[in-house]
């Protein structure tokens, strides 16, 4: 059976504050534990006034305390801006307090304007350079192996179940360096210009199993509106926000709306035709009613 997550970024809808958007959040992750989901990841953003995701691992943990099976984790994570090490230390935390459960994902993006960046780091471009050593850092000290002049170095405390690491993004380096590393790749086609086949494909071929992960495993994270019927799918879907740069026309980013059946047969194919062992889905209703509705009547085709 295809399995199937959700990713949200925590949005401040119908005029809600911040406190009441992590309320929400916690509610959709419950809904998403109820009625199967495979895992629940937040984002990280800075200085949007729409979105209250700007600290994932802080987050991670509330939503912990509210579920008990789910998986959690980052979607993702922007590693450019942090040393290795605190992040290892925050998620071995959060793998301590919720075993079995917890996901890194790590990203590339700055996640805010440029004065954002210069705010949260002097040197974001030579993080963004810098990526690959610094994801590679992140993979041993996860696993235990990394040194210091010559000298083991432990992000503590150890859990008993290391979180999963996963390289997200929207392009084929993104895809290159998870497949070099031999970690899960999770490809954002909801913002991305690029065909999700030819990405995964390239993703799969270039794959060098790790100690972490023997086989390539891909997530492919997609819009999705669902409603009772196609026309009430399509006023939803018309109405959703802008996520990123809006697409060009053509492009392979785009929103999939539909009635449960016939969206789920749409997603189902998608996920064939990408060779995706996962979808995430991403659901951007400016309402939280009808945003939790929407994934209901989807889980309820697509996890059966």
């Known amino acids: 059976m295809l399995r199937v997550s959700l990713l949200d970024m925590v949005p401040l809808l119908e005029g809600a504050d911040a406190a009441e958007a992590i309320r929400q ?13 495979t895992r629940f990841w937040v984002s ?4 949007m006034p729409s979105l209250a995701s700007s600290c994932p691992e802080v987050l991670l943990a509330y939503l912990g305390v509210h579920t008990s099976s789910l998986r959690i984790g980052s979607g993702a994570v922007l590693l450019p801006y942090y040393k290795p090490y605190k992040i290892a230390e925050a998620f071995h935390l959060l793998a301590t307090l919720y075993p079995g459960r917890i996901d890194l994902g790590v990203g590339r993006a700055p996640g805010g304007s440029a004065q954002v960046s210069m705010a949260l780091s002097a040197n974001y ?29 432990t992000a503590r405390p150890v859990p008993r179940h290391a979180p999963e690491l ?12 998870a497949a070099q590393l031999g970690i899960g790749y999770a490809f ?33 994270a997609v819009g999705a509106v669902c409603a009772p019927s196609e026309a009430e799918a399509a006023e939803l879907a018309a109405s959703m926000p802008v996520i990123g740069p809006a697409p060009v026309p ?55």
């Open 125 to 153: 471009l030579e993080g963004v350079f810098k990526l690959p050593d610094a994801l590679r850092e992140l993979s041993e000290l996860l696993d235990g192996s990394f040194k210091v002049e010559g000298e083991t170095v």
């Open 166 to 177: 996963w390289m997200l993004g929207t392009s084929p380096k993104s895809a290159q360096l």
């Open 44 to 47: 990280e953003h800075h200085d």
């Open 250 to 304: 053509g492009s392979a980013r785009r929103s999939y709306a539909g009635a449960p059946a016939r969206l789920a047969a749409e997603l189902k194919g998608l996920a064939d035709e990408c060779s995706a062992d996962e979808l995430m889905l991403v659901t951007a209703i400016a309402d939280y009613a009808r945003r939790q509705r929407s994934l209901e009547l989807l889980s309820a085709e697509l996890l059966r």
């Open 188 to 220: 954002g086609q909801f913002m991305s210009d690029h065909d999700g086949r030819e990405i995964v494909r390239r993703y799969r071929e270039s794959f060098q199993p790790s100690a972490r992960l023997k086989e390539p495993t891909a997530i492919v």
């Open 25 to 37: 959040s916690v509610k959709l992750a419950q809904m998403a534990e109820r009625c199967g989901f």
